[in-house]
């Protein structure tokens, strides 16, 4: 690991083994590490320990804060908390965002839509859109066929594929009931599910009863560098149905290998999916989401050019250089805001950090 990065243990949360989450006791013992670098600004990244965490350390230190606001929580929260009553766990998490958020010096939002969210929410303090950026990897020629074979799918069966946190927000259930269709019009098609979560067992039993079995795979979690590229790689179409993402990371790692997106065009994947060439907006109908596909996949030519404009449009738009500028720009004017004229200019990344 690069030595100007330190990370903090972590553990998995009892209830969703996939998400870490780090301890107090671990982070003191970096305190006094941390005051030694002399930082100009903390960015904080998520809004449990590490923000508490974060904010504590910038009002000893007298510094600023910028946190990304990762996450619609008001979309997510009645799911894990069937307890609270939806009304109520939606007025939760709107009030928590806005608290959390004007604690801060700034906010960086990963989409316009989501922006719009918070200003609806009464955040008060500047918000600047920044996407997650990709990184030169992600564009990295990979093997088509490796894949396959391993998980006995012909070289010449169309393959369609799903990438993405298997929760039931994700709305996977709708791809399943789309899928469907297609399956029925040409059963030579294969639907790929890429990812674990608590909604796992579920979308099981849902191919199950839906007669899927030999078309639909499921294959848990994939490393990120080199066998989820080649996922995506051996892939011939991207298809999501999500409603509640704040960007869409997994559309723009699909598009930087070549992968076109058939997706809906809800919250912050408008701002991914608006007048892209490498991507459909489908309509929120399984019967119609099916009918775009099957036709897309039947015109080999458009797919083919379809596909180099994705990449294009990925490579212009997200990579990471043109993101890490907007960030520079951004760190720069809330230290200068902040008045914190300093000689060192080193970032602190408050981040939950699985080690």
């Given at each position: 690991?690069d030595?100007t990065?330190?990370?903090?243990?972590?553990?998995?949360?009892?209830?969703?083994?996939?998400?870490?989450?780090?301890?107090?006791?671990?982070?003191?013992?970096?305190?006094?590490?941390?005051?030694?670098?002399?930082?100009?600004?903390?960015?904080i990244?998520?809004?449990?320990?590490?923000?508490?965490?974060?904010?504590?350390?910038?009002?000893?230190?007298n510094?600023?804060?910028?946190?990304?606001?990762?996450?619609?929580?008001?979309?997510?929260?009645?799911?894990?908390?069937?307890?609270?009553?939806?009304?109520?766990?939606?007025?939760?998490?709107?009030?928590?965002?806005?608290?959390?958020c004007?604690?801060?010096?700034?906010?960086?939002?990963?989409?316009?839509?989501l922006?719009?969210?918070?200003?609806?929410?009464?955040?008060?303090?500047?918000?600047?859109?920044?996407?997650?950026?990709?990184?030169?990897?992600?564009?990295?020629?990979?093997?088509?066929?490796?894949?396959?074979?391993?998980?006995?799918?012909?070289?010449?069966?169309?393959?369609?594929?799903?990438?993405?946190?298997?929760?039931h927000e994700?709305?996977?259930?709708?791809?399943?009931?789309?899928?469907?269709?297609?399956?029925?019009?040409?059963?030579?098609?294969?639907?790929?599910?890429?990812?674990?979560?608590?909604?796992?067992?579920?979308?099981?039993?849902?191919?199950?009863?839906?007669?899927?079995?030999?078309?639909?795979?499921?294959?848990?979690?994939?490393?990120?560098?080199?066998?989820?590229?080649?996922?995506?790689?051996?892939?011939?179409?991207?298809?999501?149905?999500s409603?509640?993402?704040?960007?869409?990371?997994?559309?723009?790692?699909?598009?930087a290998?070549g992968?076109?997106?058939?997706?809906?065009?809800?919250?912050?994947?408008?701002?991914?999916?608006?007048?892209?060439?490498?991507?459909?907006?489908?309509?929120?109908?399984?019967?119609?989401?099916?009918?775009t596909?099957?036709?897309?996949?039947?015109?080999k030519?458009?797919?083919?050019?379809?596909?180099?404009?994705?990449?294009?449009?990925?490579?212009?738009?997200?990579?990471?250089?043109?993101?890490?500028?907007?960030?520079?720009?951004?760190?720069?004017?809330?230290?200068?805001?902040?008045s914190?004229?300093?000689?060192?200019?080193?970032?602190?990344?408050?981040?939950?950090?699985?080690?």
């Amino acid at each position: 690991m690069d030595k100007t990065v330190t990370t903090i243990k972590s553990k998995p949360i009892f209830f969703d083994p996939e998400d870490h989450l780090m301890s107090w006791s671990e982070l003191n013992k970096k305190t006094e590490w941390i005051k030694k670098q002399k930082f100009d600004l903390i960015h904080i990244q998520t809004p449990f320990i590490a923000h508490y965490y974060g904010k504590k350390l910038a009002k000893n230190l007298n510094i600023p804060i910028v946190e990304t606001y990762h996450t619609s929580f008001e979309d997510y929260l009645h799911l894990y908390m069937p307890i609270l009553p939806e009304s109520f766990a939606r007025w939760l998490s709107r009030n928590i965002a806005k608290y959390l958020c004007n604690h801060c010096n700034g906010i960086i939002s990963p989409s316009e839509q989501l922006k719009e969210t918070l200003k609806n929410y009464r955040v008060t303090k500047p918000i600047k859109v920044v996407p997650t950026g990709l990184p030169d990897k992600s564009f990295k020629k990979t093997d088509r066929y490796t894949f396959r074979k391993l998980y006995n799918i012909s070289p010449t069966d169309p393959l369609l594929l799903f990438v993405g946190r298997v929760a039931h927000e994700k709305n996977i259930d709708f791809l399943l009931h789309a899928f469907k269709y297609i399956a029925k019009e040409n059963k030579s098609i294969k639907f790929l599910i890429t990812g674990e979560g608590p909604a796992f067992e579920h979308i099981q039993k849902l191919i199950k009863d839906l007669n899927l079995e030999h078309s639909v795979i499921l294959t848990g979690y994939l490393e990120a560098d080199h066998e989820l590229l080649n996922c995506y790689a051996s892939s011939d179409l991207f298809i999501f149905s999500s409603k509640t993402e704040t960007q869409g990371l997994v559309l723009i790692e699909a598009m930087a290998q070549g992968l076109p997106v058939v997706a809906l065009a809800e919250n912050g994947t408008k701002s991914i999916l608006e007048n892209n060439p490498g991507a459909i907006i489908a309509k929120d109908d399984p019967k119609k989401f099916a009918k775009t596909c099957l036709t897309l996949l039947n015109n080999k030519k458009k797919l083919s050019q379809m596909s180099m404009k994705a990449k294009k449009e990925a490579k212009q738009k997200w990579g990471s250089v043109a993101q890490t500028e907007k960030l520079i720009v951004l760190y720069e004017e809330v230290v200068h805001d902040f008045s914190a004229d300093k000689p060192n200019n080193k970032l602190l990344a408050a981040n939950e950090i699985t080690n």
